[in-house]
């Protein structure tokens, strides 16, 4: 009976969807739609995404517009979007709201770079738990005479693959967004 890696794949997944999820939310100094994703309103009883509530377009290099299908919503917009506390300035008009992006100084491109360090870290916490955690399925299956020492090597071996994949996964995310903050991803 071989060990089945379908659980490693899916939780694998889910701390690369988590790190992507966490460095949309971080401002590289450009006009990004998706930095707005993880802004929620409260539409008709129900959590909404603003990009679910209307359209929202690139102005300019530096400034979003958000249009919303209902008018009468531009206040919760933007007051979604300045809770969400994202360092972005907001203004609105009878047509929606302006999310406009600062100009990033290199303290402030440091700082945020320190944080996608920080994040970088809390994902590679996630796989070694999760490592350890296959580790001790695999020795505890091996122990019930599941499989042999061979086989149980085998695993291992397999598993370390998957967390290596991870990492290497895992730095090139970081890598990305470091060079978007630092502005050479031009």
């Known amino acids: 009976m071989s060990y089945d890696f379908s659980k490693v794949k899916t939780q694998k997944e889910a701390i690369l969807e988590w790190l992507k999820s966490e460095y949309r939310s971080i401002s590289t100094g450009r006009a990004t739609p998706q930095v707005l994703d993880l802004v929620h309103i409260d539409l008709y009883g129900a959590k909404t995404q ?5 359209s929202v377009t690139i102005e300019d290099p530096r400034t979003l517009r958000v249009s919303p299908w209902d008018k009468t919503i531009v206040g919760v917009m933007e007051k979604a ?3 969400a506390d994202l360092g972005l300035s907001v203004s609105s008009d009878a ?3 302006r999310v406009h992006f ?5 303290e402030t491109r440091q700082k945020l770079v320190k944080l996608l360090k920080e994040r970088l870290e809390e994902a590679r916490v996630r796989v070694r738990s999760f490592r350890e955690e296959t580790n001790r399925d695999i020795d505890d299956r091996a122990k019930e005479g599941e499989y042999g020492e061979d086989d149980q090597h085998k695993y291992r071996e397999e598993l370390q693959k998957n967390v290596d994949g991870a990492n290497t996964q895992l730095e090139e995310l970081f890598h990305k967004k470091e060079r978007e903050v630092m502005g ?3």
């Open 184 to 186: 050479e991803d031009n």
């Open 102 to 106: 600062p100009a990033l100084t290199t």
């Open 95 to 97: 047509d929606g709201l």
């Open 50 to 54: 603003i990009a679910h509530a209307g």
């Open 81 to 83: 979007v300045n809770d």
